[in-house]
């Protein structure tokens, strides 16, 4: 596996680093770090003497300690790039330029005006095609929950986690998130027997999602510690039920959207992401 590790030489960054370590199988690890002049005062001139070395001599020294990082890790050391520019036009550049399997960032978690300004992760990962790994705090790396919805999209998400994760000697947890009958804004929703019979394909839908991975993750001899049939506003749920249990890194599908709905209303993946505390892996 190819990845692509972006950072600002904060503890945060160097963070998901070490965690994606806990999970990562084999992989190679190509560095960038941008020093981003776009948010220079417009009095600063970046052609002074002395700045653009001072940039420079920053960026390798950033480099410099996330080598020794990975030195201490499993992973397998790549290219170290340094750019100066924007941060995420950067890096999207660097992403179209070599192939990659996935992109590995920490985030900051930012609530409120600072999310609304908008964030590096979420900005990288809402133009990207490859998946991502997106890291919040450190944690052992132990748990592992699987969010799906029994589509394609969550199916090669499982598939793909198989195939780039060390999953064995990890809690393995899966849970299907069924949307409440009662929030539906359907005529049916008058009649009593309407919502028990949706209740029920629910609860049957789910059943045999769970079922499926179930039997996914058995052609690996990966075992399942915990199955969970919730019922909810999906992202809310799944987001709560990490926090119960204490998990690592969420795994999720997820697939682009363009309609104006999808715009304000956004992916359950992206909801998890922006309120989840826990490392989340989108699959793409």
């Given amino acids: 596996m190819r990845v692509l590790f972006c950072t600002d030489g904060s503890k945060i ?12 199988r084999e ?3 190509d560095v960038i770090t941008v020093i981003d002049w776009s948010f220079l005062p417009a009095g600063v001139c970046v052609e002074e003497e002395g700045f653009t070395s001072t940039c420079a001599n920053m960026a390798d020294n950033i480099l410099g300690c996330v080598q020794k990082q990975i030195e201490n890790t499993n992973l397998s050391s790549g290219s170290r790039i340094k750019q100066c520019g924007e941060t995420v036009d950067s890096i999207l550049e660097q992403l179209k330029k070599e192939d990659y399997d996935m992109v590995l960032m920490g985030s900051h978690g930012k609530k409120g005006l600072q999310s609304w300004l908008g964030s590096v992760s979420r900005d990288v990962i809402n133009n990207i095609t490859v998946s991502s790994y997106v890291s919040k705090e450190e944690n052992c790396g132990k748990k592992v929950l699987f969010a799906t919805d029994g589509t394609d999209n969550s199916k090669h998400a499982v598939a ?3 195939k780039y994760l060390e999953l064995r000697e990890k809690e393995i947890y899966v849970c ?3 949307e409440n009958p009662n929030l539906l804004f359907l005529e049916g929703t008058l009649d009593s027997n309407w919502l028990l ?7 049957k839908f789910a059943a045999d999602v769970l079922s499926s991975v179930r039997d996914k993750l058995a052609e690996y ?12 506003i999906p992202a809310e ?20 959207k363009n309609n104006v709905k999808d715009y304000f209303r956004g992916s359950v993946s992206k909801r998890v992401l922006s309120a989840a505390y826990c490392d989340v892996m989108i699959v793409k």
Avoid at 13 to 24: D, G, I
Avoid at 221 to 232: C, N
Wanted: charged share 25%; net charge negative; glycine share 4%.
């Fill in 160 to 162: 793909e986690a198989i």
């Fill in 197 to 203: 019979e949706v209740e029920k394909q629910q609860q």
């Fill in 221 to 232: 001899d990966l075992e399942v510690k915990k199955y969970s049939m919730l019922t909810g």
């Fill in 176 to 178: 299907v998130v069924s």
């Fill in 27 to 29: 992989a190679v690890i």
């Fill in 13 to 24: 960054s160097f963070n998901a680093l070490h965690n994606f370590a806990h999970w990562a």
């Fill in 237 to 256: 749920k799944i987001i709560d039920y990490a926090r119960d249990e204490n998990i690592d890194l969420i795994v999720m599908g997820t697939r682009r």
